[in-house]
């Protein structure tokens, strides 16, 4: 029995609700520019086909980035994020939370895209196959999802919703051994 899956439910489940939390944040104040940029909506100029994940290179609205981070969070991608794990083309990280527990490096980050959801859970069911990894229990959700999936060292979770301005939020949570 993998007596880590309960925490890989749980670390989600903590961090899908600071997540909640920080958007909620009926605050004023403009949040801080991912790092690496010079604003918040910086992304590649130029177009690329449409239905290519990635395509869109319209700005990120800066009110889609969390107001305040908590402690330990950044507003990047965690050094123990798995590399074998894509993340989407043209997403930004806006959260991004990595521990230990037990010699299992655990990490969770919060992409944004101006993508539909459709579009990007449709990337990464494609791409997780692709690259070998078994999915487990996949669900459409509204115009979203959810996924599990593991390649033998790793396990995730994948959520994708809409975001309430456009675009897609994309939650992905994992362990690795």
């Given at each position: 029995?993998?007596?880590?899956?309960?925490?890989?439910?749980?670390?989600?489940?903590?961090?899908?609700?600071?997540?909640?939390?920080?958007?909620?944040?009926?605050?004023?104040?403009?949040?801080?520019?991912?790092?690496?940029?010079?604003?918040?909506?910086?992304v590649?100029?130029?177009?690329?086909?449409?239905?290519?994940?990635?395509?869109?290179?319209?700005?990120?609205?800066?009110?889609?980035?969390?107001?305040?981070?908590?402690?330990?969070?950044?507003?990047?991608?965690?050094?123990?994020?798995?590399?074998?794990?894509?993340?989407?083309?043209?997403?930004?990280?806006?959260q991004?939370?990595?521990?230990?527990?037990?010699?299992?490096?655990?990490s969770?980050?919060?992409?944004?895209?101006?993508?539909?959801?459709?579009?990007?859970?449709?990337?990464?069911?494609?791409?997780?196959?692709?690259?070998?990894?078994k999915?487990?229990?996949?669900?459409?959700?509204?115009?979203?999802?959810?996924?599990?999936?593991?390649?033998?060292?790793?396990?995730?979770?994948?959520?994708?919703?809409?975001?309430?301005?456009?675009?897609?939020?994309?939650?992905?949570?994992?362990?690795?051994?």
């Amino acid at each position: 029995m993998d007596r880590s899956r309960p925490f890989l439910s749980l670390f989600a489940a903590l961090i899908l609700t600071g997540w909640l939390a920080a958007a909620c944040d009926s605050g004023t104040q403009e949040p801080a520019a991912p790092e690496g940029s010079d604003t918040a909506a910086s992304v590649t100029a130029g177009k690329a086909p449409m239905g290519v994940p990635g395509a869109d290179k319209t700005p990120i609205p800066a009110s889609r980035f969390p107001k305040d981070l908590a402690d330990g969070v950044t507003a990047g991608i965690p050094d123990n994020f798995p590399e074998e794990l894509p993340i989407y083309p043209g997403s930004q990280p806006a959260q991004g939370k990595q521990a230990e527990l037990h010699g299992v490096e655990q990490s969770a980050v919060q992409l944004l895209t101006v993508d539909p959801p459709e579009m990007v859970f449709d990337f990464y069911m494609k791409k997780l196959e692709a690259d070998g990894w078994k999915l487990t229990n996949p669900r459409e959700i509204g115009p979203g999802g959810a996924v599990t999936a593991s390649n033998g060292a790793c396990n995730t979770t994948l959520l994708v919703g809409p975001a309430k301005e456009g675009g897609s939020d994309i939650f992905l949570i994992s362990e690795c051994s």
